[in-house]
């Protein structure tokens, strides 16, 4: 599936893909539809209204009318509070069975997804120091199993949101917040910032790769192992160059002498389905595009234009895309 | 009475030989003095009433048109109108300016004018502090739209959430100018909410005890106690946030112990009561239109009047519904979805009985009515979608969506705006002597109703399709494109129908067939006098005999005498039952709060640049406060009528 395709009517809070999401619309199209039966209710009753009202000879005044009207406006008001009432208890078991669902969980999976400005930086942990590994901007999660996050920001406040499995979760210095996430289906899911957190807030996406078990064991073999040595002239150039360059002052590829923590870690960037918080499909054109001028594609962006010879440009590009 | 008076100027007796005397004298006494500096001395409270008003509904194009620029930039996938530092500052300045700079002073423009016509009184409590007011109004206005035009407006957001505007992340001065505009507004909406408060508690016309006062007094009543609870809260917050940008404190800071989570707490226990206090007054106007056009009493305006108060207390005791993504603890989480809930039923009971009300009147059906129509149709789904977003679970998934901008837009829209542009076609005539024209005004409101249905709806899905708000562009593959490019052209449509009711006021002013006192038969006092009312507003202050007091006022209707006619005198009334106490004198025009208001300008300009701004502003203020109460010699004459 390519997820940077047309991803409208897959990419949508309608369509749940897990238990977080699918329990919030259940209960969510109850509200909707009571208050859509509301919401016509009034306007017939308005319409009605203004009908007789216009027809009237005269203002109606008398204490009949007044007894009617105090019937009828106070069934309405019980009426208005009988269905508050339903809503209020379907919330709190709403939100009660979603705790639930995390809580349950035996063997969930943790990941931190720290924030910043304008990327998602993703921590596998585990009790084995050395087996932890980073990514950014992808998480793969395996089907069916429940994941916990960790949501850290290390600048403003962001917000993680991917509709189709759960709703939104803010990520606020110092804070560590919480989320549980399971998704049922395999599948590529789009995430975004939701809060506003300043000039790239609108171009700061990730992918939930949801992927059957046995694939995502597969992918977590191959994050932990160090950066791919180039095997040929050219990547072996382009690994010289980034590594003469600015590039190791903010990236990290591990197995170089690059770590740099501030941007994204690039061990596996070939491997990754876009670039630039799932702004553009990882291809070579763009690789070579985004490393040229950054503020092209974002403007405000951290990262600065890189002035590279095309020769070292393109062998740079071969060399993080052989980095599968 | 037939539909034919309406458009018939009301014939007058012609006035005696005394009432002639008594209405040159009070001219004399009331009218606004000639000087060069008229306008800059000014107290009376339907000229500042007014300058309010048309201040705000200027900040409202100009917001408008920003909200043009957005919607154009929206039109397409990543269209390249604005860029995403231009359209910051944009969505920015149109929020604070939509909240702070028209929807609030526009409702409080409308109570000075209106508030002490509708109790029967000559004058504003406290006049100079509503002229000053108006000046500090103006001033920080200023302030923020200089800002824009000059590439430093403020680019955090009208919430201004920190840590992204406080002193790490918000660099250079744009949240400064953010703070301080808000601090500006805060000392202007205060000074124009004590002084209505008092006008209403202590300046009633005889006989208008608080269960008479028409329901537009009570809504300001209430909206301005409102003002005065929220206003500070904000004020904390702004000086909060500004001397930690400023002095380097560390309220918002969590490494030196403070709390970004602090902000918007105090943030939305001020935010949440702000969109009352925008919808109240229009709950008012509402009240008032109804009962007018379909010529018949508010059914339960008891419950009206407790709805209303109660809407002003359970304010307060939802705002953490827009925290519900940080993460609080569940339980807690529940409560502020009861509340948010609880509050539907004082909101959903002024429907039902206005809707009553209607079924059993005889109405005329006039565009300032079809505008209530459109509250009605748009006002009650904003409602709806507001019951929907109180519930926790839902609103995770909505909340900074495309949904929640639909949703907001329905509600101030439908609950404020409609109401408003319903009401000054209502008051056009007391304003102007002049109707407007009916053909245009149906235009207009078609072409607004149609537009506004035409923008925000489409949004809602957006919503649930998964876009975020505050997103200067987006994605060609997100699909978002059509659904934004109908929002866009439902915008045209809104801008349209705005200029079409702009057309109808101007032209109506210069061409309108004259309206008389009382074009619609209404039942307040401010229909009472003539249109546009004198500068002493009556020649006899009413006494007041019903809840609608000219509907119930009889031929021998009695008046209050013994009021000084060559002093600005008014009544003073007892605060329940608004029996008379005593004739106090109000001060007349003066140029000292207009230099208090330059001098506060200067301290919290220049606060931003350097501490010493404050100094500086200090000195300056303070003499011409001294200046303004300095006291003044009595004359010992008096003549009374």
Redesign the interface.
Known sequence: MNPLGDWFGRHSVLDPVGPHAARTMSAGWIVIGVCAAVYVAVLVVLALAIRHARRAAAPERGPETHRRHVRVVGAAVGATIVILFAFLFLDFFTSRGLAEVGAGASRPLTIVVTGHQWWWQVTYEDTAVSARFSTANEIHIPVGRPVMLKLLSRDVIHSFWVPNLAGKRDLIPPYTNVLWLRADRPGIYRGQCAEFCGLQHAKMDFLVVAEPPERFAAWVANQRSPGRSPADPVTRHGQAVFLGSACILCHTIVGTPANGRVGPDLTHVGGRATLAAGVLPNTRGNLAGWIADPQRVKPGAKMPPNILAPRDLQAVVAYLASLQ | MSDETLTTPGVAPPPTETELDARLALQRTWWRDAGPLRWLREVDHKAIGLRVVFTALTFFLLAGILAALMRTQLARPEHGIL???RY?QVFTVHGTTMMFLFAVPVMMGLGLYFVPLMVGTRNIAYPRLCAYAYFVYLIGSLFLWISLLTNTGPD??WFA?T??SGPE?GIGKRPDVWAQTITFTEISMMAFAVSIIVTIFKQRAPGMSLNRMPMFVWTMLVTSFMVLFAMTTIATASIFLASDRLVGTHFFN??EGGD??LWQHLFWYFGHPEVYIIFLPGTGMVSLLVTAF????L??YT?LVLATIATGFLGYGVWVHHMF???LP?LG??FF??SS??I??PN??Q???W??T??????R?RAPLLFV?GF??IL??GG??G??V????????????FFIVAHLHDVLIGGAVFPLLGAILFWWPKWTGRLTSERLGRASFWLIFLGENLTFVPMYVL????M????????A????GPFNLLASAGAALLALGVLVYLANLVVSTRAGAPAGDDPWDADTLDWATSSPPPAYNFLRIPVVQGRYALWSRTADAPVVTGLALDRREVLVTSTLDATPQLRYELPGPTIWPFLAALGTGVTWIFGVFTPWGIVVGLALTGPALVAWGWPRRRRATEVRA
Request: charged content about 15%; some cysteine.
């Open positions: 860029g995403p530092d910051d955090v957001g959430y840590p992204l992340y969590p490494a970004p989570l379909a010529r018949r009493e059914f339960g419950a993504a940080t993460g569940q989480e529940s979805t009861g809930l609880l539907t039923i959903g009971l429907i039902f009985c809707l009553a209607l079924w059993s009147g005889k109405l059906v129509f009605f149709f009650v789904r709806l979608t019951v929907m109180a519930s926790v679970a839902f609103d995770l998934q909505v909340h900074d969506t919503g649930l399709r998964g975020p708000r505050r997103q200067y562009t987006y994605l593959a997100s699909g978002w």
